[in-house]
């Protein structure tokens, strides 16, 4: 039977004139929520019009409706209720061939493929933003998903009774076993890299979303857009107010650029939130510093 997922959004219509500042209250909406009120899709659709502030977005939440119909449907053929690897099927069924999503490895580091609006348009996209888009036709079907910690590649987990799969959404969903998560482990850390417990436990709904803004985030630091990155971490922290790292990255970013009063500010945010000895007293030597600068 198909579940209805949460309500993703602000509480308010969306039109293409709504406008950037609409769409920072929608997030920070979202930002106070708990988890797992969260609709993963829906708020990665929020973010993404972050970049593209005067798209409508009802045709792409119209396409995430449908996905969850055309899952459903492959589930029925399937008889997806009882079986692991029906329920595998109908989802590399609706995504791939109803809907024809790819990975892009041709141009993997264009930022289009982690904006979800534009992943909708092209049909291709990083692992993170096709891991998303699973996410939100197996929830709409009440089944049990999870995006995984895997560092370097995003992985899914998919449970029924007990049982479990490991789904690459990059690689048109090929079932991952631990052999091949050794591979790609080591392809992205080095021949000593080992899988470690933690890598294969659930990321949060919060999680997920900055992992799909950190590939924006590290692609324009890697290419000297300071201001634009600090943009993408301030819109990592309206849904996420709670990380004192990434509080703390965003004051050191000010500060390089030269927003003292700003970097002050955050930089309290991580005193407030708490954070190892360690970087509690690297943080507040920064904030004296800083004082001292702006006095």
Do not use: C
Not at 59 to 79: C, E, F, G, I, S
Not at 98 to 127: E, F, S, W
Not at 174 to 191: K, Q, T, Y
Not at 252 to 265: F, K
């Amino acid at each position: 039977m198909t579940k209805p997922p949460p309500e993703s959004g602000s509480g308010t219509s969306w039109s293409p004139t709504s406008g950037r500042r609409e769409i920072e209250a929608a997030l920070r909406r979202l930002g106070a929520r708990d988890d797992g009120d969260i609709d993963l899709a829906g708020a990665a659709l929020w973010l993404a019009a972050l970049d593209r502030p005067r798209v409508g977005l009802e045709r792409y939440r119209h396409h995430l409706d449908l996905l969850a119909k055309d899952t459903a449907a492959r589930a029925a053929q399937n008889r997806a209720e009882s079986s692991l690897g029906a329920r595998v099927e109908a989802l590399n069924s609706a995504l791939r061939q109803d809907h024809g999503y790819r990975g892009d490895r041709l141009t993997y580091d264009d930022p289009q493929n982690a904006n979800l609006m534009r992943v909708i348009d092209r049909r291709k996209g990083l692992p993170v933003a096709l891991g998303i888009l699973y996410v939100h036709a197996a929830r709409a079907q009440g089944w049990a998903i999870e995006g995984l910690n895997f560092p370097g590649h995003f992985l899914l987990r998919l449970d029924l009774d007990g049982a479990r799969v490991i789904l690459d959404p990059f690689d048109d969903g090929a079932v991952r076993e631990p052999n091949d998560l050794r591979d790609i482990l080591r392809r992205f850390g080095g021949e000593d890299a080992e899988l470690r417990p933690e890598y294969t436990q659930a990321a949060s709904n919060r999680e997920i979303l900055l992992r799909l803004r950190n590939n924006i985030k590290l692609r324009l630091l890697r290419d000297g857009k300071t201001q634009a990155a600090l943009e993408v971490l301030e819109s990592m922290l309206m849904v996420a107010p709670g990380q004192a790292e990434h509080w703390r990255e965003a004051g050191l970013i000010h500060a390089h650029l030269g927003n003292l009063r700003a970097a002050v500010m955050a930089l309290e945010h991580v005193l407030d939130l708490g954070a190892s000895p360690r970087e509690m007293h690297e943080t507040a030597q920064m904030l004296q510093s800083l004082k001292k600068r702006l006095n």
